[in-house]
């Protein structure tokens, strides 16, 4: 089992900055692939960002690219999200997962394991 706990989500102004965690327990969490996942009201799940294990790669939205960077550190058992120029399109709650694959899936179902979600709104 891998608990994943996110933080850093709040209000912010259009053109404004975040910087989300998510925090991991449990095994190893070096094991894993990350993704960040948004959900806003009345859409469904999309994905965000995924970083390798060895944080070698990263993967990115169309609609993030560019001011989105997503990072890790396995020594803290620690994935981050930095958004920069964020726009009130980006308001959703950000979740990060799990998964055992070496690549990190844009699919929801790809990944074992969840954090509850961060709200981020921005504001025009």
């Known amino acids: 089992q891998v608990q994943l706990v996110e933080s850093g989500g709040g209000v912010v102004q259009a053109g404004g900055s975040l910087r989300l965690s998510c925090s991991a327990s449990?095994?190893?969490?070096?094991?894993?692939?990350m993704g960040w996942f948004r959900q806003a009201p009345g859409s469904e799940r999309e994905f965000v960002a995924g970083?390798?294990?060895?944080?070698?790669?990263?993967y990115y939205a169309d609609s993030v690219k560019g001011r989105f960077t997503i990072s890790r550190d396995n020594a803290k058992n620690t994935v981050y999200l930095q958004m920069n120029s964020l726009k009130p399109e980006d308001t959703a709650v950000y979740s990060c997962?799990?998964?055992?694959?070496?690549?990190?899936?844009?699919?929801?179902?790809?990944?074992?394991?969840w954090g509850q979600g961060t709200q981020v709104t921005v504001s025009s």
């Open positions: 997962a799990a998964t055992t694959l070496i690549t990190p899936a844009t699919m929801t179902d790809r990944y074992d394991y």
């Open positions: 449990g095994r190893t969490f070096s094991n894993y692939a």
């Open positions: 970083i390798t294990w060895s944080a070698s790669t990263t």
